[in-house]
């Protein structure tokens, strides 16, 4: 015989298990007016003991905003994205506040279907790692509810962001690849709409141009941010007449599709090809060989986009911030120094 579901408790019967009124048990429990200390600990000892948990949908729909907040990711399986999430639910909890996640997979429709679907629960604010096409924000009836921009940010975005300084990465890997020598240098790019991949392969170009080496259009492939994009815009790069003697991958997933590319190849990273990703995602120590990358503070970049969330949250009315924070060269075993550059 199947078990009957719990009945969920309702504030009328903690009320009456009381023996207040509905709108003390109401006020106890919000916040909204004063209630004596006697009567407070008598509600607060029948909502323990029968075990009440308010529902957050039904104060959504009763027009309040609730303790949720609606984070919307471009691709689930990318494993830079988890540890920016966790730096924002270490603060949404800390905080009192719940996490929804949504993955869009890079899809502008599917993010905007998750971006109304949350509002329709009155979130306390939404964290959005923009898509490519990303339509969130473009409309005036978005501003009913607290946004920012995380990770990645739209040119035409004038609200609230944190990002890493991706232009400036670009251009750590630009320089030192010259200083190691290479002047026959390849790059792959993630998805040009993307204003991250652009800033990056910006930034690499500025660090070669500084050491006198261009970069030709021919030696830019664009792909997916996936081992399956790094790996086939890898084999076109490889296949080039002089072949590239290093490959800068704008993120370590592609970075871990160039080095199998190389494998296949029957080449040797760094012997016969060097390779630089972006990212320093964990796994990237521990690869073969070792990845030289570019560390980007994922974690902080979540926790600090919740902080300002909630400072918005809670009535903060300064102008837009654009936070932009640092990157750094984590040099390990995928690039060598080329002959004539052993010396200097």
Known sequence: MKKAAKTAITTKQIAEAAG??????SHVLNGSATVSEKLRKRVEEVIRRLDY????????????TTVLLGVIIPDITNPYFPNLVRGVEDIAYK??????????DNNSAKELNYFNDLRSF??????????????????????????????????????DSVIANN????????????????????AISGPSHIETARDRIMGFRRGLAEAGIRLPARCVQEAQFNTEGGFAAAQ????????????????????IGALEAVRVRKLRCPDDVSIVGFDDLDFTRLSEPALTTIFQPGYHIGS??????????????????????????RIRNSVRALASNKKS
């Open 20 to 25: 207040v009124s509905v709108g003390t048990v």
């Open 53 to 64: 948990q308010p529902s957050q949908l039904a104060r959504g729909l009763r027009g309040r």
């Open 95 to 104: 905080e009192g506040f719940r996490l929804v996640l949504c993955n869009a």
């Open 122 to 159: 009155n979130p306390a604010g939404i964290l959005v790692i923009p898509s490519e096409r990303s339509q969130i924000g473009r409309s005036a009836a978005h501003k009913d509810v607290q946004i920012i921009f995380v990770d990645r940010c739209a040119s035409w975005w004038k609200g």
């Open 167 to 186: 232009e400036d990465g670009g251009y750590q890997v630009g320089r030192y690849l010259a200083k190691m020598g290479h002047t026959s240098l390849a």
């Open 236 to 255: 076109q790069l490889l296949s080039l007449n002089p072949r590239p003697t290093a490959i800068f991958a704008s993120s370590d997933m592609l970075a």
């Open 304 to 329: 600090l986009a919740c902080e300002l969330l909630l400072d918005r949250v809670r009535g903060a009315s300064h102008p837009p911030e654009q936070k932009i924070l640092t990157t750094e060269l």
